[in-house]
């Protein structure tokens, strides 16, 4: 970011004032306000931890195979929660919740949700919205009725462009510093042009380990240059993902799937969180919150999480919060498995992986009585 830009922005952001935390009881809102939702933002977050990825882009090749299930598991006035970035997007539009809490460790998360959140509240519509995403013009011929291959096809004969690159930059900052009054720290301020930088710079190649591959020197481009040495699906292949039978269930599949998700985002019920799925705050203020306003969890989605909570030893403190969040018997945990880990199903994707649902009521029966004590005991129960 340029020098001006940045004391601008932070000049911007210190115009917004501080919002204490007031919590009504009652139904779900059907929208926050600013102060509100940055109130929430603030006072359910942790202190940012530490993963071992960016996680800017997915790299489940099959994450969206579930979705069939997850509308049959739909039903009113519920709370989606998820963590990581966009794929959460595609998960909530299948639930139709009234509210979502995306729960992250890395604050860069939080600050990667708020790109997204200024970037469908700017965009008119799906063209609109890849353009200022990559910061590439937009080409000509693209409508509301032009399929997802169109868009990416288009923008796959397009370059960045610095000077959309600094206007964007600019629009967003403004927006959530000025049009929102949001109070965003200097650290998420540089965090979002960060993100926003990776980008730009891959464009819809970015892939789970283009941000690593960045800081070792690696290429940019619309191509496969994004890749490096892995396996991983680019921005452009997981919004042009199917859902197992050929249906497209991603956010940008359709102008109606972006525009209810662009409407969730402007009334302010998709709430960035900081938080340890095993520590004693964030998951905790979110179900407060839930129970508090008489609704329940639809679904958790929670990647694979639960291995690296397994390989640090603080499972059991997850567990927990988890047996702490108001539930039904159709509330389901989304997870990524792999047989290497102790699934027994058949793989769906490239990578040996799937996505499967997990009733949480069974869950944490199994975790109460004992029958848990390793990941392998989590991930063979689903099939």
């Known amino acids: 970011m340029s020098a001006s830009l940045?004391?601008?922005a932070l000049g911007l952001a210190s115009l917004a004032s501080a919002p204490g935390l007031r919590v009504e009881t009652g139904p779900l809102p059907d929208r926050l306000g600013n102060a509100?939702?940055?109130?929430?933002?603030?006072a359910f977050s942790e202190p940012s931890g530490y993963f071992?990825?960016?996680?800017?882009?997915?790299?489940?090749?099959?994450?969206?195979?579930?979705?069939?299930?997850?509308?049959k598991a739909a039903g009113p006035g519920r709370v989606y929660l998820g963590v990581a970035p966009d794929q959460n997007f595609t998960y909530l539009l299948a639930l139709k919740p009234q509210m979502a809490f995306i729960v992250d460790i890395r604050r860069g998360n939080l600050q990667t949700q708020l790109m997204y959140k200024a970037l469908f509240e700017l965009s008119r519509d799906r063209a609109d919205f890849v353009g200022r995403l990559f910061a590439r013009?937009?080409?000509?011929?693209?409508?509301?009725?032009?399929?997802?291959?169109d868009i990416f096809m288009s923008y796959a004969r397009t370059v960045s462009m610095g000077d959309l690159r600094e206007a964007t930059l600019?629009?967003?900052?403004e927006h959530l510093t000025i049009t929102r009054g949001f109070r965003l720290a200097p650290e998420d301020i540089t965090g979002i042009e960060d993100i926003y930088?990776?980008?730009?710079r891959f464009g819809p190649s970015i892939t789970y380990s283009s941000s690593a591959a960045s800081l070792a020197g690696g290429r940019s481009g619309f191509g496969r240059s994004?890749?490096?040495r892995s396996n991983f699906p680019t921005y452009a292949d997981l919004m042009r993902q199917h859902d197992g039978t050929g249906a497209r269930r991603g956010y940008l599949a359709t102008e109606e799937q972006f525009l209810a998700l662009k409407v969730m985002q402007e009334r302010n019920l998709i709430v960035p969180v900081v938080g340890d799925f095993a520590g004693d705050k964030a998951l905790r203020a979110v179900g407060r919150y839930v129970r508090d306003h008489g609704?329940?969890?639809?679904?958790?989605?929670?990647?694979?999480?639960?291995?690296?909570?397994?390989?640090?030893g603080v499972w059991r403190a997850f567990y927990a919060n988890l047996a702490g969040l108001p539930v039904d018997q159709n509330t389901v945990i989304i997870r990524s498995v792999s047989p290497r880990d102790g699934y027994l199903g058949v793989p769906q994707g490239p990578d040996g992986r799937a996505n499967v649902l997990d009733p949480v009521a069974t869950l944490v029966r199994d975790f109460r009585a004992g029958r848990i004590a390793s990941y392998f005991d989590v991930t063979s129960r689903v099939h």
Not at 137 to 149: A, F, I
Not at 302 to 309: F, G, I, R
């Open 6 to 8: 940045l004391a601008l």
């Open 226 to 228: 994004g890749r490096g």
């Open 137 to 149: 013009p937009r080409p000509e011929g693209l409508t509301t009725s032009s399929t997802v291959d």
């Open 170 to 173: 600019a629009e967003i900052l």
């Open 36 to 42: 509100e939702y940055w109130a929430l933002v603030e």
């Open 52 to 71: 071992q990825s960016d996680n800017l882009v997915s790299n489940e090749h099959t994450f969206q195979y579930v979705v069939p299930m997850l509308e």
């Open 295 to 312: 609704a329940t969890v639809g679904a958790f989605y929670t990647s694979n999480v639960e291995q690296y909570l397994f390989r640090n």
């Open 197 to 200: 930088d990776q980008f730009v």
